[in-house]
Nanobody
Framework: QVQLVESGGGLVQAGGSLRLSCAAS????????MGWFRQAPGKEREFVAA????????YYADSVKGRFTISRDNAKNTVYLQMNSLKPEETAVYYC?????????????????WGQGTQVTVSS
């Protein structure tokens, strides 16, 4: 079993930056890939970024490429999402997810474990 706890959300002006963190406990952290998703009110949960177990491979939604960076520190059991040049339409609850054992890293249904989410609000 894996427990995931996100932190780092908040209110930021358009064009600003935030760094989200997700601390994991339970299974050996370096044994599984991790992802970040977001969900705005009334919308489906959407893929943002993912990272392989070693950190050697990263994947991004087209909408965030060049602005967001996913990374992980396996010694600290933590995955990060650095978000730059934020836009108001990126206001959402951001979730970290662990171990896409049931399919594609970009599909929410593939992941076995989820955090509780952290709110990110981008003001215009």
């Amino acid at each position: 079993q894996v427990q995931l706890v996100e932190s780092g959300g908040g209110l930021v002006q358009a064009g600003g930056s935030l760094r989200l963190s997700c601390a994991a406990s339970g299974r050996t952290f370096s044994s599984y890939a991790m992802g970040w998703f977001r969900q705005a009110p009334g919308k489906e949960r959407e893929f943002v970024a993912a990272i392989s177990w070693s950190g050697g491979h990263t994947y991004y939604a087209d909408s965030v490429k060049g602005r967001f960076t996913i990374s992980r520190d396996n010694a600290k059991n933590t995955v990060y999402l650095q978000m730059n040049s934020l836009k108001p339409e990126e206001t959402a609850v951001y979730y970290c997810a662990g171990d896409p054992s049931r399919g594609s890293y970009s599909s929410p249904i593939a992941y076995d474990y989820w955090g509780q989410g952290t709110q990110v609000t981008v003001s215009s």
